[in-house]
């Protein structure tokens, strides 16, 4: 599976952005995604995820009520609508994709795209 990441850039805090993360998987609906995100010198963290159906989805604790995940299956393609930015949001953002149950933990999804960059100026 193929990943890609856009819709990175800068933006003043308090901004919006919407990441999209186009796949090539013809049976992406088989495939539970997420965003995960990488500020330097620190570890990939998770931010967001999404079920298979786009039913249900789980957020970090740090976005919760400004980011927003979704998914449009007969595009295969996965969104993190991204409102009220701050500073400490700045980081190379990463799609991904597993088979099977979605997951919060970056070790349990296989396919990842080649991130897009997010900076938020304060």
């Known amino acids: 599976v193929q990943l890609q990441a856009s819709g990175g850039g800068l933006v003043q805090a308090g901004g919006s952005l919407r990441l999209s993360c186009l796949a090539s998987?013809?049976?992406?609906?088989?495939?539970?995604a997420g965003w995960f995100r990488q500020a330097p010198g620190k570890e990939r963290e998770s931010v967001a995820t999404?079920?298979?159906?786009?039913?249900?989805?789980y957020y970090a604790d740090s976005v919760k009520g400004r980011f927003t995940i979704s998914r449009d299956n007969a595009k295969s393609t996965v969104y993190l609508e991204m409102k009220s930015l701050r500073p400490e949001d700045t980081a190379v953002y990463y799609c991904?994709?597993?088979?099977?149950?979605?997951?919060?933990?970056?070790?349990?999804?296989?396919?990842w795209g080649q991130g897009t960059l997010v900076t938020v100026s304060s």
């Open positions: 991904a994709t597993r088979w099977g149950p979605t997951s919060l933990a970056a070790d349990d999804y296989g396919n």
């Open positions: 998987e013809y049976s992406f609906i088989k495939l539970s």
């Open positions: 999404i079920t298979r159906s786009g039913s249900q989805t």
